[in-house]
């Protein structure tokens, strides 16, 4: 089997979020939860709660508005965005690989994927391949991609919103036999590359997790809930990525030191100590801004 030529460089991710990606993160944390659409003004105090001044958010706004992840609307007389309907459909699905990830078994099916594009149409390929990737597929071949068979109607779904789907086959298939479906994997997907960013994960949040862990008992107050509420959004921004480009490959073909299970636990013990405080605080920004006139 030939090793990938184009997913490995699509793995690589800086470790401090960018503002636009913590805007994102903003909206599909929150924003859902209160009437889908957030006031510029609430955006800005928000964002400034971790650091970022209204210069970047208005300029991070802009570029999200252009690409089309949101779209202007009124929230309560004032302006502000809310999601784009061709997008809240994604994080719906991301909801539940980012919160509730879910690991292959052996013996499980692999979804198989093929395509064919004319030649006059060659950044559709380009769109479908990187689409992949994101998918968390790995290549076994530069024309046969593969993944656990449990993201079928997620990737299934994917493709056909955004009218792919006509190029794609799709085949659900057993391992039956041939060479060392372990070694197989360490060349479908690159492996170092995860794990390596599984590892930055930990190192930049372990202490994190013993900070909040010592401080989990105290009593509620606004300080701390804001405290809260940046660190929850940036280790939601930061781990988002990683149930994706790890699509819950088998434990078993995986490295014995592989990082991406003790990552998992930190994530979910830091969401149980961080996401009630949080949620508590943006509610509070949110409900101010609505009352205000």
Do not use: C
Not at 25 to 49: C, K, N, P, W
Not at 241 to 254: C, H, I, S, V
Request: aromatic share 10%; hydrophobic share 40%.
């Amino acid at each position: 089997m030939t090793s990938p030529a184009g997913p490995h460089k699509a793995v690589s991710e800086p470790a401090a979020p960018r503002h636009h990606q913590l805007i994102v993160s903003l909206f599909g944390l929150y924003a859902r939860q209160h009437g889908g659409g957030l006031q510029v003004a609430t955006i800005i105090s928000l964002m400034e709660d971790i650091g970022v001044g209204s210069t970047g958010t208005r300029s991070s706004i802009s570029r999200l508005k252009k690409r089309g992840v949101i779209e202007s609307i009124q929230v309560n007389g004032r302006s502000g965005y809310s999601l784009a309907e061709s997008v809240i459909e994604t994080f719906i699905e991301g909801d539940e690989r980012i919160f509730h990830p879910h690991r292959a078994e052996v013996g499980d099916p692999w979804l198989l994927a093929t395509f064919t594009v004319p030649e006059s149409q060659r950044n559709i390929r380009h769109k479908i391949r990187s689409s992949l990737v994101r998918m968390g597929f790995g290549s076994v071949t530069p024309g046969l991609w593969i993944a656990p068979g449990h993201l079928r109607d997620e990737v299934l779904a994917y493709f056909a919103r955004r009218k792919l789907n006509e190029f794609l086959e799709f085949f659900m298939a057993d391992h039956v036999g041939g060479a060392d479906l372990r070694q197989n994997i360490g060349s479908w997907w690159d492996l170092p590359a995860l794990d390596s960013l599984y590892s930055d994960f930990l190192a930049h949040n372990s202490e994190l997790f013993t900070a909040w862990k010592n401080q989990a008992e105290l009593s509620e107050s606004y300080e701390i809930d804001e405290r809260a509420f940046a660190d929850y959004l940036v280790l939601v921004t930061q781990w988002r990525r990683l149930p994706y480009l790890d699509p819950g490959l088998p434990t078993n073909y995986l490295p014995d030191d592989w990082n991406a299970l003790e990552a998992e636990s930190l994530f979910q013990q830091l969401h149980a100590i961080l996401a009630p405080r949080a949620e508590r605080h943006a509610s509070l920004a949110i409900e101010r801004s609505l009352a205000a006139r």
